[in-house]
């Protein structure tokens, strides 16, 4: 595995941790918006395996331009998760 895979894996190590020790406790809230560690990470993976299919491989850069949000927060796990790295 390559550095920056060892890199993304160790960003995404606290949200696997919180979604197995803490699975229905509240991870993100915004604007009305809750939804649970478990519910983050499931979408983590989901953003992740979309990043993957569209050709984003390990040590691949990912840019992301969006205000500070939950949903920022969401993308920016799911790039690490895919292996990459995230340039905001």
Known sequence: MTTSGL???????????AAVAT???IATR????????ETLQDN???LAGG??????????RVAILALNSDRFSEYQFAVWWAGAVVVP
């Open 51 to 60: 990043l993957r299919g569209l050709g984003v491989k390990t040590g691949d």
């Open 7 to 17: 890199n993304s894996m160790a960003m995404t190590q606290a949200l696997r941790v």
């Open 23 to 25: 699975p229905s406790k």
């Open 44 to 46: 983590v993976a989901r």
């Open 30 to 37: 915004q604007e009305g918006r809750e939804q649970s560690w």
